[in-house]
């Protein structure tokens, strides 16, 4: 591999990543790196973890998705192991998934038989009780070798970074989002009712409480129908 032009390529990524205005499209663009910088990649895919349930965030074809699914099924494979060792093993590769898998003897004969020949995964990021991993796929064995491992570490590493300042951004951008509904909504039950802000934050309250719905859900309707939905 031409490291100089792999450095220069990232780089180029990199700032790429931090110029999505979302955190699917920063999704989107990790899985679609890693076809164009990882050597014998044919396909990615970004997937999430949870409770034993997978879903995929972003694929660049229906391989990524077709093993996704497997693993779920099956509830064996390269994602789950590395839910298991959380603090531990954060990359695998696996050479060869034509050859007899020991480790995965359900999900390896099926993955081969989909077109897996060998396959890498990384892990992006484990918070609460999530699991974030960045899969890569080649339809021929032996096509990933240790500087594709390498690649592609340095690929989801700076992957991991831009993903978490997405999220956090999203997480703000809600958050403002939310406290400025609730405030047009405290707004409309001061002027409705003639009280005081902790007065109009607690009906909000109450009423999110008896009815099991958001507090941001109560503030919206408030906000479209101009007063507090139900009895008061």
Known sequence: MDWECFAQRMA?????????????????RIAASATELVEGCD???ILILREGRVRT???TGPLAEESHR???HLQEGPCFDAARRRDGERVFRVADMTALQQRWPAFAPQAAEMGIGSMMG????????NLGALNLYSRLPGRFTETSETAGWVLASHAAVALSSARHHAQLTEAVATRHVIGEAMGILM???RVAENEAFNMLRRRSQDSNVKLREVAREVSEIGALPGPV
């Open 12 to 28: 180029a990524m990199a700032h790429d990543l931090l110029e999505q205005d979302s955190v699917a499209g920063t999704l989107e």
């Open 43 to 45: 396909a990615a895919g």
């Open 57 to 59: 965030l972003a694929e």
């Open 70 to 72: 497997l693993q779920e």
């Open 122 to 129: 990384f892990l992006l990021f484990a918070d609460d009780e």
């Open 191 to 193: 002027a409705r009712h």
